[in-house]
């Protein structure tokens, strides 16, 4: 099965902050990455999907980039509802479609 | 508008069997592959299983393989997870989530807003 290694668990930043959150999957999974954006109490939304594409409606200081195994969710100016919980996702290849064990987003 | 609802949650004893119901409106059902993904409490995402658009073809978790079963019924918009010999470690809010038609099956672009399964003597 592929893993994924998710960094940090957990962060703080000053609204107006690049953000920057890494995940690295245990194997190649060309462009097969999700990032989801989780609030307290609520299901996860997605955010970017194939490693770089913004979902419709996902404002656009939210990115991300990488490919093979090395992947980079940025937020480039933090907003204060953007305090949640961030899980990357793989799909790579057959099921087990596994999720990094996330990031928890904090305003300074 | 998309939308999933979850239910069939609730309290159930270890050994006990629970199933699971999603309903699914506003988009065509039955040309999507469809998940269940899990939470613990205070915890992180966990994938359960996937089931193909057609119902033909699925795929589970290590953890719940052998004990849970992914099913659909297309002409009633409806994905269901039939769970077996339930343990303690499957007390999780179990969300059901769909793949874009014309994605890569894996990702998921919509979830339901979940059910909690608690499973406890």
């Known amino acids: 099965d592929i893993q994924l290694t998710q960094s940090p668990s957990s962060l703080s930043a000053s609204v107006g902050d690049r953000v920057t959150i890494t995940c690295q999957a245990s194997?190649?999974?060309?462009?097969?990455l999700n990032w989801y954006q989780q609030k307290p109490g609520k299901a996860p939304k997605l955010l970017i999907y194939?490693?770089?594409n913004l979902e419709a409606g996902v404002p656009s200081r939210f990115s991300g980039s990488g490919s093979g195994t090395d992947f980079t969710f940025t937020i480039s100016s933090l907003q204060p509802e953007d305090i949640a919980s961030y899980y990357c996702?793989?799909?790579?290849?057959?099921?087990?479609?596994?999720f990094g064990l996330g990031t928890k987003l904090e305003i300074k | 508008q998309v939308q999933l609802v979850e239910s069939g949650g609730g309290v159930v004893q270890p050994g006990k069997s629970l199933r699971l119901s999603c309903a699914a409106a506003?988009?065509?059902?039955?040309?999507?592959?469809m998940h269940w993904v899990r939470q613990a409490p205070g915890k992180g995402l966990e994938w359960v299983a996937v089931?193909?658009?057609?119902?033909?073809?699925?795929y589970y978790a290590d953890s719940v393989k052998g004990r849970f079963t992914v099913s659909r019924d297309n002409p009633k918009n409806t994905l269901f997870l039939q769970m077996n010999s339930l343990r303690g470690e499957d007390t999780a809010v179990y969300f059901c989530?769909?793949?874009?038609?014309?994605?890569?099956?894996?990702?998921?672009?919509?979830w339901g807003q979940g059910t909690l399964v608690t499973v406890a003597s």
């Open positions: 989530g769909r793949s874009h038609p014309r994605r890569k099956v894996g990702g998921l672009d919509y």
């Open positions: 996702q793989q799909y790579g290849n057959l099921p087990p479609y596994t």
């Open positions: 506003g988009f065509s059902f039955s040309e999507c592959p």
């Open positions: 194939d490693a770089s």
């Open positions: 194997q190649d999974i060309r462009n097969s």
């Open positions: 089931i193909s658009y057609d119902g033909d073809v699925k």
